[in-house]
Structure formats: structure tokens, C-alpha cells
């Protein structure tokens, strides 16, 4: 269990570490740098690099956890890679099926997986699943997401890369946006935001713009939260228009449905 950084959970906790690079959304995976520093560190879960690893003596840690978490599932991994055994992956869901209490979100790019194995998982509405969509390229695995079984939806829109020009949003239940950062961080075009945020609005599903990801590339130079002592700091800022949108799916519906 480690306290993260990321805008909209709290917690992250990795049963699985390891992954490899499957679309152009992977290309600066901060999962990948992260590991070597940390086996650089001595951290035995990270002794093999980036290759795939189950770590069973994670699996307890959410019983340990004495009040309401929101748990970002897998930060260094794909829980549905294909190199995860499916009797792991039922392990991860029992952990998550019986500490209804807390909030955890699951993210894959792997959505053909996660489609093939759904009817195999117990989804109760604490589990919300998302899918990472870089670009147009990648929509189809919101389609995959929406023959799921999971009671909460949500799609990653991060790193956007390129532009979406049609978003079916059926079933969809909380969008995340976001600009790559990063060294060689790749630009995000406020006319690609709009877009999104437009058919979010116009569906009623919560939008959460996470960051512009460099300061250069945010449209308003004047931005407040630019500034790293801002409250609702973010990498290159957050406002759009001169507003902060971090709207989310109900946590206490979600735990409530839960019991």
C-alpha cells in the first residue's frame, strides 16, 4: 500500500507488478521508470525490473485497513495481462468482494482480456472498472468495458495523445482526462478536451480533467494551479476556462450498494 499522488484516488495497492508496452499511450510508462528506481533501491517485489510478478502476500494488506479507502488496483501493472493467471485475478477480485468498504478502481488496457473473463468475476458495485483510451485508435475498448459485467464504468482518457472525434459514452459512468508529462511528454490540444468534456455534458457523466501535463502546453499561461503550492495543483495545471473539474462517480452510493 503506498499514498499516491494521483488527483482521484487515495491509496494504491499492487497484488501484480510488471507489464510490457501495447499502444503508443505506453511509450513513457511511469510504471516502468518507477520499477527500475526501486530496484535500484533493494525492493525485493521489484527484483525482476518490469517483468510480470504476482506478489500473494499482498492480498491481505485491504483487511488491514481500519476506515473507507478509495484504491487505485495495480498502479505498476495490468491486472488483466494476459501473463496474470485467471485464479489471481479471482484471488484479487475475492479481496475486493469482501472489503466492501472500500472503493476499488481497476484499470486495463488489456480490454479484450477483461471482456473474455468478465462472466468469470464477481463485480460487486465497490469494484469500478476502467479502460485507458489514448486516441480514436483505442475507442474500441470502451465497447469491451460496456459488455462487462462491472456496476461502475469509467474510461482513462490519459495520456490523450490524439484526437477522439467520436465517444460512445453508453453505460459510461466517470471520464478522466489528461496531458502526458514528462521529458518527452507529448502535447494535448484544448480542442480534444472540449470535445470529451462536451459529449460528458451532454450524457450527464462526471469529467475529471486530471492535468495539461507540462505548462507549456496549457492554453492559459495564468493558470493558478500551476504553481506546486496551489491546492488543486497539477502537472502543467488544471483549470479549463478557468475552472477546476474533478466531479467523480458517488463513493458513499457505491459503498452503500456494496453492503
Known amino acids: 500500500m503506498a499514498q499516491s499522488s494521483i488527483e482521484w484516488t487515495e491509496l494504491t495497492w499492487n497484488p501484480v507488478t510488471g507489464c510490457n508496452k501495447i499502444?503508443?499511450?505506453?511509450?513513457?510508462?511511469?510504471?516502468?521508470?518507477?520499477?527500475?528506481r526501486l530496484r535500484a533501491m533493494?525492493?525485493?517485489?521489484?527484483?525482476?525490473?518490469?517483468?510480470?510478478?504476482?506478489?500473494?502476500?499482498?492480498?491481505?494488506?485491504?483487511?488491514?485497513w481500519k476506515r473507507p479507502k478509495v484504491v487505485f488496483v495495480n498502479?505498476?501493472?495490468?491486472?488483466?495481462?494476459?501473463?496474470?493467471p485467471l485464479e489471481f485475478i479471482k484471488s484479487v477480485f475475492a479481496v475486493m468482494n469482501q472489503t466492501p468498504n472500500h472503493v476499488y478502481q481497476v484499470l486495463t488496457?488489456?480490454?479484450?482480456?477483461?471482456?473474455?473473463?468478465?462472466?468469470?468475476?464477481?463485480?460487486?458495485?465497490?469494484?469500478?472498472?476502467?479502460?485507458?483510451v489514448e486516441s480514436q485508435?483505442?475507442?474500441?475498448?470502451?465497447?469491451?468495458?460496456?459488455a462487462t459485467g462491472a456496476n461502475v464504468k469509467f474510461l482513462s482518457i490519459e495520456p490523450l495523445i490524439g484526437p477522439i472525434d467520436s465517444l460512445e459514452l453508453f453505460g459510461i459512468d466517470w471520464v478522466i482526462v489528461g496531458?502526458?508529462?514528462?521529458?518527452?511528454?507529448?502535447?494535448?490540444?484544448k480542442n480534444w478536451?472540449?470535445?470529451i468534456k462536451e459529449v460528458c455534458n451532454s450524457n450527464q457523466v462526471p469529467f475529471f480533467f486530471k492535468q495539461w501535463g507540462k505548462p507549456k502546453f496549457n492554453v492559459d499561461p495564468n493558470d493558478p494551479t500551476i504553481a506546486s503550492e496551489h491546492p488543486n495543483h497539477a502537472k502543467g495545471g488544471c483549470q479549463?476556462?478557468?475552472?477546476?473539474?474533478?466531479?467523480?462517480?458517488s463513493l458513499e452510493r457505491t459503498r452503500f450498494l456494496s453492503h
Open 23 to 36: 499502444s503508443p499511450g505506453c511509450k513513457f510508462c511511469y510504471a516502468e521508470v518507477m520499477s527500475k
Open 42 to 64: 533493494g525492493i525485493e517485489k521489484y527484483s525482476d525490473g518490469f517483468n510480470i510478478r504476482v506478489h500473494p502476500n499482498a492480498l491481505n494488506i485491504p483487511f488491514t
Open 75 to 84: 498502479s505498476m501493472s495490468d491486472l488483466f495481462h494476459p501473463d496474470v
Open 109 to 132: 488496457k488489456r480490454s479484450e482480456r477483461l471482456f473474455e473473463l468478465s462472466p468469470l468475476l464477481n463485480w460487486t458495485p465497490n469494484i469500478w472498472m476502467g479502460v485507458s
Open 137 to 146: 485508435e483505442y475507442t474500441y475498448r470502451i465497447r469491451d468495458l460496456q
Open 179 to 189: 496531458g502526458e508529462s514528462g521529458a518527452k511528454a507529448r502535447p494535448i490540444k
Open 193 to 195: 478536451i472540449n470535445y
Open 240 to 249: 479549463l476556462d478557468g475552472a477546476v473539474f474533478r466531479e467523480m462517480p
